[in-house]
């Protein structure tokens, strides 16, 4: 069973560059997230997806963008990377919204 | 603020020793989730309260809420060493769109 899986595990990117993070679950469920953990900082949600074909912003939305095509894949992509998009990110889903989380590993994104 | 706030940031304490963590919030909830996490991995979900609910109990953990005062209490009897982890709440705001809201954690140290 993998559950959730996230890719890549670590990335070092440069300032200005294209990056797209990808998540995918094989659990069918409806609702999808991103968050990104900052030290001190807790996680902050950046986007979610209640169903395939929509999607909504969290907290911090500005500088990133997602997709929810299919039930099972929910790529959050940083069209142009700054270094205050250094974090951990980690993807989650959840059968419904409101229900239990389900998180992947994260992506530990370095952004110089 | 719809996050869960915990306290304390963080707690050390002997292994046998029983550990409770808080969590305040400031809106009307639907549930509330505990989750865990260690170090360098995703969060693992461990407890879910509903707002009818005033205690739960899942092996050596008790969680009580107390929607009056907005709070929830984590409880970890008999601790152990592998306890040692981040703990956060999320409440679930019965406003928006059913995402959780996650706060900064408690660290929790079990000294073997």
Redesign the interface.
Known sequence: IAGITQAPTSQILAAGRRMTLRCTQDMRHNAMYWYRQDLGLGLRLIHYSNTAGTTGKGEVPDGYSVSRANTDDFPLTLASAVPSQTSVYFCASSDRPGDIQYFGAGTRLSVL | SQ?GEEDPQALSIQEGENATMNCSYKTSI??L?W?RQNS??????LI?IRSNEREKHSGRLRVTLDTSKKSSSLLITASRAADTASY?CAP?ARTG?????????TRLTVIP
């Not at chain 2, 360098?40 to 979900?45: A, D, I, S």
């Open positions: 996050q639907n549930n989730q989750y360098g991995r995703g969060l693992v979900h879910l956060f679930d769109a059913n995402n959780l809201f996650f706060g900064t954690g």
